[in-house]
Every structure is written in structure tokens, then in C-alpha cells.
């Protein structure tokens, strides 16, 4: 069974990835920032075959976490950011 792992995978749109590669029968990683803020991501124990799901902390700053992370993965998708900006005039797009 492929794996793939998925950066961001339990936010809005990441959760839709997800389910889309459990769908289809992969065995999917999905990245968390906290692993003790279950919050962030027991919507996804939910899905269809989430027992091909497996939820692992990770800080994609950290070489050594990502190296790790992405072993085994035949695919890799990221949809998550490390950082936030803090636009204080969106429509001028200053910083």
C-alpha cells in the first residue's frame, strides 16, 4: 500500500485531502504542530478508513522531524505553512 504524507492535512482544506487518499486506498501521514491538541485533528479519526490514518507531530522547520516525516512516502503534499503574516492593510498588501 502507498504512503503519502500530508503537511497540513487536518485543516479545512488539508481534511479533504485527507479523505481523498484514504478513499483511495493509501496509507496517509498527516502532520500536526501539537500532537497534545487532539482539537486539531480527532475530526479526521472520523473519516472513512482512518484506520490507514496516522497523525504524527512535526515541526517543518526541523530538518531531522521533516526527514522522518517523509520517509516511506511515495508522495508528499504540502498544504500547511510555518509561519502566519501579519497584514495590517490586506488591501495594500503592507506589512
Known sequence: MKKVGIIGG??????????KFLSEGYKVR?????????????????????????IVQLDVENKAELTSFLKGCQIVVHGGTPFQLDVKDPENRTL
Open 10 to 19: 487536518s485543516g479545512f482544506i488539508g481534511s479533504y485531502n485527507t479523505q
Open 30 to 54: 498527516v502532520s500536526t504542530t501539537d500532537i497534545a491538541n487532539k482539537s486539531k485533528y480527532e475530526h479526521l479519526q472520523s473519516l472513512n478508513n482512518a484506520e490507514n490514518l496516522e
